[in-house]
């Protein structure tokens, strides 16, 4: 299926604008791609346990989940960031589903860390992909990352895993959606973006500190997308919406990143 997973961090969500949910909504009813949202919340989900004072330590970039933060978890994400995305898209004039991963097991989880040293995080062991068609042949589905396993017992997973698995799982594209305009680099004085990074060419980016501090986080989660099985990983611009359409049109838009 030519479909596109669009993954929306926490932060980016707070600033997107109208025009992009436009375009999402354009792909749905022209047909030239089937737009599939996968969101986080990562913000969110601190402000509420600040304002909770309770403590959220993450560990190599994962929130360590007691099951009291699993509840803000999946109230911040599932709740209101899941329908501010589905009001924007309806906005926009699409009709769009807001979904969990718990809602028809949408993502089967297994625990992330055997140990149980990160409490309920888990990771996405297969994608109830019926039930995600089914809501496509409805409308545009919006993903919060929550999933479950066959005991009933919910996971928080990262949204950028949960959208490596849901692009795999339809052998979709994966779409990074940032707010820088893709992986810059300053050559003889000029900043250019770099059109497409092989993993190899990354690595060495990130040795000589080309690629650094937030930049990683991002680049890994799209070569993770790789691995998992995407059949492509792009890193867009969300503040420029038209780099979305020139990516599927074809054009030169963000950064591609290759096997
Ligand atoms: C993430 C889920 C939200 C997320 C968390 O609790 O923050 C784990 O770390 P962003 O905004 O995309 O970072 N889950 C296990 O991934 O949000």
Not at 64 to 75: P, Q, R, S, Y
Not at 116 to 143: C, F, Q, R, T
Not at 222 to 234: N, P
Not at 252 to 258: D, H, L, N
Request: proline share 5%.
């Amino acid at each position: 299926m030519n479909c596109i997973v669009l993954k929306m961090g926490g932060s980016i969500l707070e600033k997107l604008p109208d025009s992009f949910y436009e375009m999402i909504v354009d792909l749905k009813k022209t047909g030239v791609c089937e737009p599939v949202i996968v969101h986080g919340g990562g913000p969110g989900i601190n402000r509420m346990l600040h304002q909770l004072k309770v403590e959220s330590p993450f560990v190599d970039g994962l929130r360590v989940t007691t099951k009291e933060v699993l509840d803000v978890a999946e109230m911040v994400m599932s709740g209101s960031i899941n329908k501010s995305i589905v009001s924007n898209l309806q906005k926009a004039g699409g009709v769009a589903y807001g979904t969990s991963g718990v809602d028809g097991s949408l993502l089967q989880a297994t625990p992330f860390d055997p140990t149980g040293a990160l409490g309920y995080v888990g990771e996405v062991a297969s994608v109830n992909d019926d039930w995600l068609k089914v809501i496509m042949s409805h409308g545009i589905p919006v993903i919060s990352p929550i999933g479950i396993d066959q005991s009933g017992q919910r996971y928080n997973i990262n949204g950028d895993m949960a959208a490596a698995a849901v692009a795999q799982s339809l052998k979709g594209k994966l779409a990074l959606i940032s707010d820088i305009p893709g992986v810059m680099e300053t050559i003889s004085g000029k900043q250019v973006i770099h059109p497409v990074l092989t993993k190899e060419q990354i690595d060495e980016k990130i040795k000589t500190g080309v690629i650094y501090g937030g930049m990683i986080p991002k680049i890994k989660s799209a070569m993770d997308g790789l691995s998992a099985g995407a059949t492509e990983s792009v890193i867009l611009n969300g503040l420029t919406p038209a780099d979305l359409k020139n990516y599927i049109e074809g054009k030169e838009a963000g950064t591609k990143i290759i096997a």
